[in-house]
Nanobody
Framework: QVQLVESGGGLVQPGGSLRLSCAAS????????MGWYRQAPGKQRELVAA???????NYADSVKGRFTISRDNAKRTVYLQMNSLKPEDTAVYYC????????????????WGQGTQVTVSS
């Protein structure tokens, strides 16, 4: 069984920084794209940043220049470094990954983490 477990959320003041981590575990053959989404109260879930297995990245316009996504393939972990945080960054942040399990299928399956709360407030 494959799981994504996020950590690193919390309360931070405007202008501050946080680093989110998401580790994949279980019976994994390979991991393709990984990414971070967020959902604020009353809003739809939106893509924040994504990274391919080769390291290519893309970002939402609202976070470009402030957030950096990276991954450690050996640790099966994706990170989101968030700097210059704003109150509008407040949301539940979800990790997402396309993973080929070790058994049962050769297809990539899409997985979500449970989410971690990020609150930016003074």
């Amino acid at each position: 069984q494959v799981q994504l477990v996020e950590s690193g959320g919390g309360l931070v003041q405007p202008g501050g920084s946080l680093r989110l981590s998401c580790a994949a575990s279980g019976s994994i053959f390979s991991i393709a794209a990984m990414g971070w989404y967020r959902q604020a109260p009353g809003k739809q879930r939106e893509l924040v940043a994504a990274i391919t297995s080769g390291g290519s990245t893309n970002y939402a316009d609202s976070v470009k220049g402030r957030f950096t996504i990276s991954r450690d393939n050996a640790k099966r972990t994706v990170y989101l470094q968030m700097n210059s945080l704003k109150p509008e960054d407040t949301a539940v942040y979800y990790c997402n990954a396309d993973i080929r399990p070790s058994t049962g299928t050769i297809r990539l399956l899409n997985y979500w983490g449970q989410g971690t709360q990020v609150t930016v407030s003074s």
